[in-house]
């Protein structure tokens, strides 16, 4: 079972960028599957972005970051990555990471103000 954390959160004005990094204690040559999901103040956790290492590595979004948001993974370097383009203030939240069934990350606080 790996470890997560999370870092590359911060704070930010609308429109700008951030990138969000997830290292892994080992190896994520095995796992399918990886995702970030946030949580916002009085919110349900949501999903954010998943990607999978089938067909070349298949992505999926949430409707609200389709076009503004890239998740990619470097195995490698054992770290899962959340590129946020075009942010707005409602994308603040704390953004986990998560590989299904095993583990969660602490979070990483991302604030987009206006």
């Known amino acids: 079972q790996v470890q997560l954390v999370e870092s590359g959160g911060g704070l930010v004005q609308a429109g700008g960028s951030l990138r969000l990094s997830c290292a892994a204690s080992?190896?994520?040559?095995?796992?399918?599957?990886m995702a970030w999901y946030r949580q916002a103040p009085g919110k349900q956790r949501e999903l954010v972005a998943a990607?999978?290492?089938?067909?070349?590595?298949?992505?999926n979004y949430a409707d609200s970051v389709k076009g503004r948001f890239a998740i990619s993974r470097d195995n490698a370097k054992n770290t899962l990555y959340l590129q946020m383009n075009s942010l707005k203030p409602e994308d603040t939240a704390v953004y986990y990471c998560?590989?299904?069934?095993?583990?969660w990350g602490q979070g990483t606080q991302v604030t987009v103000s206006s």
């Open positions: 990607i999978t290492t089938a067909a070349g590595g298949i992505t």
């Open positions: 998560y590989v299904p069934f095993q583990s």
């Open positions: 080992g190896s994520i040559v095995n796992i399918n599957t």
